[in-house]
């Protein structure tokens, strides 16, 4: 009678290492999507913050009539597209610039900056919002009128799936 009652002991510590090989794998999974969904989501807002901080300071320096000297070479308008490339810091492939000044280049009028980034954060194990692309627009007060781009903007197409009407 006693050898049967260890024979059954044993078994169920054997039974019980199984269930918690089983839990194991259960919740190591959902910790696992979880750690990688924290992990994309935090570099797509920090994609965000660097468009939209990317963005104010491309406007401001067009508007007072500066521009780093990377950008030096070109003129008008695509003076500030380089400059938004330049302020954001990512590969100019992955950088979609829209600028305009809807009522013309003059002291007083506003200039508008947007921008489309591909964010570097798709793992492709969730879904990000706008298919992975960072949106960031600015509309800023022209103060200096001494360089008038001819035109009245430029934008580079967007890429499939995107358009610029939120920007208007």
Same mark, same amino acid.
């Given at each position: ?6 024979? $059954? $002991? ?7 290492? *199984? ?7 259960? /919740? =190591? ?9 924290? %992990?994309?989501? =935090? ?10 901080? !990317? ?7 067009? /508007?007072? *009539? ?9 003129? #008008? ?11 954001? !810091?990512?590969?100019? =492939?992955?950088?979609? /610039? ?5 009522? =013309?280049?003059? $002291?007083?009028?506003? %200039?508008?900056?947007?921008? %489309?980034? $591909? +964010?570097?954060?798709?793992? *492709?194990? %969730? ?23 001819? *035109?009245? #903007? ?5 890429? +499939?799936?995107?358009?610029? +009407?939120?920007?208007?």
């Amino acid at each position: 009678m006693d050898r049967r009652r260890c024979a $059954r $002991r044993g078994d169920g510590r054997r039974a019980e290492r *199984g269930a918690a090989a089983v839990e194991f794998a259960l /919740v =190591g999974t959902l910790l696992v999507v979880l750690v990688f969904g924290i %992990l994309q989501y =935090g570099l797509y807002f920090n994609d965000s913050l660097n468009a939209h901080q !990317g963005v104010r300071e491309t406007a401001r320096m067009a /508007v007072v *009539g500066k521009n780093p000297s990377a950008c030096r070479t070109t003129t #008008g308008w695509s003076t500030i597209a380089c400059t938004a490339e330049t302020m954001l !810091g990512t590969a100019p =492939g992955d950088t979609y /610039v829209n600028v305009s000044a809807p009522d =013309g280049w003059s $002291r007083g009028n506003s %200039l508008r900056v947007c921008v %489309l980034v $591909r +964010s570097r954060s798709d793992f *492709g194990m %969730l879904p990000l919002p706008n298919d992975g692309y960072v949106r960031a627009s600015l509309r800023m007060s022209i103060e200096q009128d001494t360089t008038k781009p001819p *035109g009245s #903007g430029t934008a580079d197409s967007a890429p +499939s799936g995107q358009s610029w +009407s939120w920007c208007d």
